[in-house]
């Protein structure tokens, strides 16, 4: 079974600097997909990021960028000029293509705290 | 406009009731999808449901029952065998294709407590 580790429980980050948040995953499959979530205090599960494990580019969504190592099988984010409102839990989930279903497999989250 | 709806937003249990969290959904999804987060934890797989009348265990299936007789309801009941429900249940449903790389959209989630 697949694994999800990330493993900074708390970080910090001065507004409008950039942080990195890690992500590593355990498989042996070849194909595959990975997500980052987010989880504002209200609580609501909101996409971040996917990257496809065929695609060698790594993903970007505007602020938001992956470091995509498929070999070290390490999937980080990063986050530019950090804002407010980017405080919140982080996920990295791992989508089997093999396995019945399309279930995620979830980390245990990254609590990002942003000071002004 | 298109999401999943949740009900109750909160929830409380007596000892030795059941309780059913709604999940509906207007997506078109076919998959659905049921989570458990606890402080400290990552979303936990409950069960699912790839299409109308069939649905799988995930990985904490015990002490709770789904049903899916509708494409865009998957109800689940917490039973009185679930000694430790006390979580926030979320409720998630994605495009059924299992080579589609669309994301699971979620629902805003039930907390449920023990009185």
């Known amino acids: 079974a697949q694994t999800v580790t990330q493993s900074q429980p708390e970080m910090s980050v001065q507004e409008a600097e950039t942080v990195t948040l890690s992500c590593t995953y355990d498989?042996?499959?070849?194909?595959?997909?990975l997500f980052w979530y987010k989880q504002p205090p209200s609580r609501q599960m909101i996409l971040v990021i996917r990257q496809e494990a065929y695609k060698q580019q790594n993903a970007t969504e505007n602020r938001f960028s992956v470091n995509f190592q498929k070999a070290a099988k390490s999937f980080s984010l990063k986050i530019s000029d950090s804002q407010l409102g980017d405080a919140a839990m982080y996920f990295c989930?791992?989508?089997?293509?093999?396995?019945?279903?399309?279930?995620?497999?979830f980390g245990a989250g990254t609590i990002l705290r942003v000071k002004s | 406009d298109g999401g999943i709806t949740q009900s109750p937003k909160y929830l409380f249990r007596k000892e030795g009731q059941n309780v059913t969290l709604s999940c509906e959904q207007n997506?078109?999804?076919?998959?659905m999808y049921w989570y458990r987060q606890d402080p400290g934890q990552g979303l936990r797989l409950i069960y699912y449901s790839q299409i109308v009348n069939d649905f799988q265990k995930g990985d904490i299936a015990e002490g709770y029952s789904v049903s899916r007789e509708k494409k865009e309801s998957f109800p689940l009941t917490v039973t009185s065998a679930q000694k430790n429900p006390t979580a926030f249940y979320l409720c998630a449903s994605s495009i059924e294709t299992a080579y589609s790389n669309q994301p699971q959209h979620f629902g805003d989630g039930t907390r449920l407590s023990i009185l």
């Open positions: 997506l078109n999804h076919d998959a």
């Open positions: 498989t042996s499959e070849s194909d595959y997909y």
């Open positions: 989930a791992y989508r089997s293509l093999t396995e019945y279903g399309n279930k995620l497999v």
